[in-house]
């Protein structure tokens, strides 16, 4: 057994991967790998509570992300990366945990009724929906990790964790989980191209896997200091969003670069010219993963399943302990 503690964290793969998972998350899960014993979940089970009705395409997506995961350096011989669905332990602990789960506690999650509105056009009044939380917990415990990388959006999935573990141990009157622990991801808030939030459904991504021309294209359209309409005017790079992306992802530019456009010597055609090539560079391991998977069958996906399979053993057989262990506390088990 590895002597050093354990995180857990998940994404649902319900599409291209953008720079707003690379500075939400992924940085961080890549750092983590050297702390922590990790293991990264593509949570496609999530994923279908809220596509059911169209699921056609999160099998792809599940393979695109983990490419996407591999290029940003998660590496599947330091860490576990496996498919929720692959490792069916996650359903039973999630019965065991949903027959002790509150109704009163998943109505209150604050999420619950922000997704029912937000996600418009899908019917997620579902029974399998309102446990959403439940079967994270389930993701989360069935691994006892300590830690859990996640942003703000997660910690109340995350506090309800907590309450399930601090029940089941009434209940059973024995502690088999450790009170897993947020990790937050600090990271900056980065908008996407048209200074909304970054999200799919706004269309306003920049996905990691994009190719250098689309890049291009796309950050010339990026909304810039709209005080700004001459080039002689002074720019105010504090409120316009293509110069904070040059200070999130070229840090040791951003300074000079802001300064430029203070005293008008950086014009704003430029200055998103300059930044489309930081991000082409940027994203390079990501084109070139697909690539070097490319050559190994369709798409890279084989490769990808073969990591995925050779993860789902190393998750299986720690999932088995725990159900067994909890199994026997209930008294299911001999
Ligand atoms: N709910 C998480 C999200 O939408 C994804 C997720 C599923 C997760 N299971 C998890 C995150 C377990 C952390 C731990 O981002």
């Not at 200091?225 to 001459?230: C, G, Q, S, Y």
Request: hydrophobic fraction near 35%; charge should be neutral.
């Amino acid at each position: 057994m590895s002597e050093r503690k354990r995180v857990l964290s998940g994404m649902r793969p319900t599409g291209q991967l953008h720079f707003g998972h690379l500075v939400g998350a992924l940085t961080n899960w890549k750092k983590l790998q050297d702390t922590y014993e990790c293991f990264f979940m593509v949570a496609d089970y999530h994923a279908l509570m809220s596509e059911y009705e169209h699921p056609e395409r999160i099998h792809q997506f599940v393979y695109e992300n983990v490419i996407d995961w591999m290029a940003c350096g998660i590496d599947p011989a330091r860490s576990v990366i496996f498919r929720q669905s692959d490792v069916s332990e996650h359903a039973e602990l999630f019965t065991m945990l949903a027959i002790m789960t509150p109704l009163g506690w998943l109505e209150r999650v604050p999420t619950y009724k922000e997704q029912l509105r937000e996600l418009e056009g899908r019917d997620l009044t579902t029974y399998g929906f309102l446990g959403y939380p439940v079967l994270q917990a389930a993701d989360i415990l069935l691994y006892k990790a300590h830690g859990v990388p996640v942003g703000e959006d997660q910690l109340p999935h995350l506090e309800l964790t907590r309450e399930i573990v601090r029940r089941v141990h009434f209940l059973l009157k024995t502690e088999i989980f450790p009170e897993p622990k947020p990790l937050l991801t600090e990271a900056p808030k980065l908008l996407g191209t048209d200074g909304r939030k970054m999200s799919k459904s706004y269309g306003n991504t920049l996905n990691l896997s994009e190719s250098a021309e689309t890049i291009r294209t796309t950050v010339q359209k990026m909304f810039t200091d709209p005080t700004r309409i001459k080039m002689t005017d002074p720019g105010h790079p504090e409120t316009c969003n293509v110069c904070n992306y040059w200070r999130m992802f070229a840090p040791d530019q951003y300074v000079r670069v802001w300064d430029e456009c203070r005293t008008s010597k950086r014009g704003c055609v430029q200055n998103k010219k300059e930044l489309a090539e930081v991000l082409v560079q940027m994203t390079e391991p990501f084109r070139a993963a697909r690539t070097r998977l490319s050559e190994k069958g369709t798409n890279g996906y084989e490769e990808v399943e073969r990591i995925l399979q050779a993860g789902a053993v190393k998750a299986r057989a720690v999932a088995r302990q725990t159900i067994l262990e909890v199994k026997r506390a209930f008294g299911l088990a001999g």
